[in-house]
């Protein structure tokens, strides 16, 4: 049995929020119908994050105690796939 192994980079939002109800600090990869968001470019991930997580930034009860939200996190993702093949 041999093993493929394929790698790429993009870029993906990271939700941070620091809150009572969290029991301490919590961060996962923002997802839509149980998929990451993924983009190609920085820049991609940026101006989704503002145009959809923008009010946060203005909200200054969102970013207190109880919800203790921040502004997505925009980071780099490597998604690697293995498949394997029976020769």
Known sequence: MD????STETWGLVHRSKGAALEGYHEHLIRENCVPVLFSTRREARAYRDKRF???RDREELRTWPHGLKMPKVVRVRTTVIRTEDD
Request: zero cysteines; proline letters at 0%; charged letters at 30%.
């Open 3 to 6: 093993f493929i192994e394929r």
């Open 54 to 56: 923008g009010y946060i």
